[in-house]
């Protein structure tokens, strides 16, 4: 595999505007036959001319041309130079949290994904290392959080299921200040609506099993990061502990990403048509969506964000959820987001079951709250296709 495209953006691509970063971003023509597709490189190992004479590629859990192109993909459209994938955005999570020492400390929002939320209380405290969850809206609570041997922050912004925003420049400033590092999991908002990395973050995080292979068939992962020593000490911890994404599910990302600006255009117009039909509802005692005026942070939304996505969730009396959720036609009633098909769930009983209900409840995630995303449907199919299941 002569010169592949290794961590580099393609110098024809570097300049280009976002759009054309997705369809171009890491990838060349394959270079034995001018393939314009970059292969699915499905091999475990690379054979060497002599000892210690290769071409850069020794063992597949250390370096893969179709995982590297999906990683140079995703970094052009985070404005980052490295992009260091993962089988799992759990797994790329926690591959931040294992640059953390024992008896470090780490500061997290705490209405984040059920899962990142389970690993921090009941996973990470058997490596010795200690997370306080906090609103981290409140700046002031998110200082106070903070302490000598804190060694990260990690928001997530928009939240799932509430749609919380936390502000990415202030909490940066705070990050900075500690000395600890910002890491921002990005996943509601996708790299076309957000760009946590030019807004102070030093690593941003997606689940790319979300927005960014958008289709529902792959999981995945990415942390992407400028800083040189940042990123090495991330490819060390990945490549000491195993978790790399296959050829296969990296070339099904990376044919994701060569239409995500399209399919966000369409994510963006579609939540907000939803909210903004759910709103005037009777059933819905309030929705939650960065992109309404009534959201409580909808200025600093706006200030940190280009588009709202296809993420929203509403409040209804549980056994009018339960009634809804079960009469979708077009929605399914399914546990993951961001593809091309809309879904929707009651975080209480699915996403968000692993979260200590004392939490869940104080948090606003009631058996009545509906987490919708919104796919790229005709949007008026979408309103109509609400309308009938929540007619009694
Ligand atoms: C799904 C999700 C995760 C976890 O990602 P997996 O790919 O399921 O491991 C983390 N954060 C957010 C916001 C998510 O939606």
Same mark, same amino acid.
């Given at each position: 595999?002569?010169?592949?495209?290794?961590?580099?953006? =393609?110098?024809?691509?570097?300049?280009?505007?976002?759009?054309?970063?997705?369809?171009?971003?890491?990838?060349?023509?394959? +270079?034995?036959?001018?393939?314009?597709?970059?292969?699915?490189?499905?091999? !475990?190992?690379?054979?060497?001319?002599?000892?210690?004479?290769?071409?850069?590629?020794?063992?597949?859990?250390?370096?893969?041309?179709?995982?590297?192109?999906?990683?140079?993909?995703? +970094?052009?459209?985070?404005?980052?130079?490295?992009? $260091? +994938?993962?089988?799992?955005?759990?797994?790329?999570?926690?591959?931040?949290?294992?640059?953390?020492?024992?008896?470090?400390?780490?500061?997290?929002?705490?209405?984040?994904?059920?899962?990142?939320?389970?690993?921090?209380?009941?996973?990470?405290?058997?490596?010795? $290392?200690?997370?306080?969850?906090?609103?981290?809206?409140?700046?002031?609570?998110?200082?106070?959080?903070?302490?000598?041997?804190?060694?990260?922050?990690?928001?997530?912004?928009?939240?799932?299921?509430?749609?919380?925003?936390?502000? $990415?420049?202030?909490?940066?400033?705070?990050?900075?200040?500690? /000395?600890?590092?910002?890491?921002?999991?990005?996943?509601?908002? !996708?790299?076309?609506?957000?760009?946590?990395?030019?807004?102070?973050?030093?690593?941003?995080?997606?689940?790319?099993?979300?927005?960014?292979?958008?289709?529902?068939?792959?999981?995945?992962?990415?942390?992407?990061?400028?800083?040189?020593?940042?990123?090495?000490?991330?490819?060390?911890?990945?490549?000491?502990?195993?978790?790399?994404?296959?050829?296969?599910?990296?070339?099904?990302?990376?044919?994701?990403?060569?239409?995500?600006?399209?399919?966000?255009?369409?994510?963006?117009?579609?939540?907000?048509?939803?909210?903004?039909?759910?709103?005037?509802?009777?059933?819905?005692?309030?929705?939650?969506?960065? /992109?309404?005026?009534?959201?409580?942070?909808?200025?600093?939304?706006?200030?940190?964000?280009?588009?709202?996505?296809?993420?929203?969730?509403?409040?209804?009396?549980?056994?009018?959820?339960?009634?809804?959720?079960?009469?979708?036609?077009?929605?399914?009633?399914?546990?993951?987001?961001? /593809?091309?098909?809309?879904?929707?769930?009651?975080?209480?009983?699915?996403?968000?079951?692993?979260?200590?209900?004392?939490?869940?409840?104080?948090? =606003?995630?009631?058996?009545?709250?509906?987490?919708?995303? +919104?796919? $790229?449907?005709?949007?008026?199919?979408?309103?109509?296709?609400?309308?009938?299941?929540?007619?009694?």
């Amino acid at each position: 595999m002569p010169e592949a495209p290794k961590g580099n953006t =393609g110098s024809s691509a570097r300049r280009s505007r976002f759009d054309t970063l997705c369809v171009h971003a890491g990838q060349s023509p394959e +270079a034995v036959t001018g393939a314009i597709t970059t292969p699915v490189f499905q091999t !475990s190992t690379y054979v060497q001319e002599g000892i210690g004479r290769h071409r850069g590629y020794e063992y597949a859990r250390l370096q893969n041309p179709t995982r590297e192109a999906s990683e140079a993909n995703i +970094a052009a459209l985070e404005g980052g130079g490295h992009g $260091i +994938a993962f089988p799992s955005g759990l797994a790329a999570i926690e591959c931040v949290a294992k640059t953390v020492a024992a008896g470090g400390h780490i500061v997290s929002e705490e209405n984040t994904y059920g899962g990142t939320t389970r690993m921090f209380t009941s996973v990470l405290d058997r490596l010795g $290392i200690e997370v306080t969850l906090v609103d981290t809206r409140d700046l002031a609570a998110l200082e106070a959080a903070i302490r000598p041997d804190t060694r990260l922050i990690h928001l997530e912004t928009p939240s799932n299921p509430l749609m919380r925003i936390a502000d $990415i420049e202030a909490a940066a400033a705070v990050a900075r200040a500690a /000395g600890a590092r910002l890491c921002v999991d990005s996943t509601f908002a !996708s790299p076309c609506n957000q760009q946590p990395l030019a807004l102070g973050a030093d690593v941003v995080m997606h689940s790319t099993t979300k927005y960014i292979a958008g289709h529902s068939d792959v999981l995945g992962g990415i942390l992407v990061v400028r800083d040189e020593a940042l990123a090495e000490e991330l490819h060390f911890v990945r490549k000491s502990t195993g978790p790399v994404p296959g050829p296969m599910d990296s070339w099904l990302t990376l044919r994701g990403t060569r239409t995500l600006h399209l399919r966000m255009a369409r994510h963006n117009r579609n939540g907000t048509l939803l909210a903004e039909y759910l709103q005037t509802h009777p059933a819905v005692r309030a929705v939650h969506y960065p /992109g309404l005026p009534s959201h409580p942070q909808h200025d600093l939304a706006c200030q940190q964000m280009t588009g709202f996505s296809g993420m929203l969730s509403a409040e209804l009396l549980p056994e009018d959820a339960r009634r809804m959720v079960e009469r979708t036609r077009l929605f399914r009633l399914a546990e993951s987001l961001g /593809g091309v098909e809309s879904m929707l769930s009651v975080p209480a009983f699915m996403t968000h079951a692993s979260v200590p209900e004392p939490l869940r409840l104080r948090l =606003g995630i009631t058996n009545g709250l509906v987490r919708f995303s +919104a796919g $790229i449907e005709d949007g008026r199919d979408l309103v109509e296709d609400l309308e009938q299941a929540l007619r009694t």
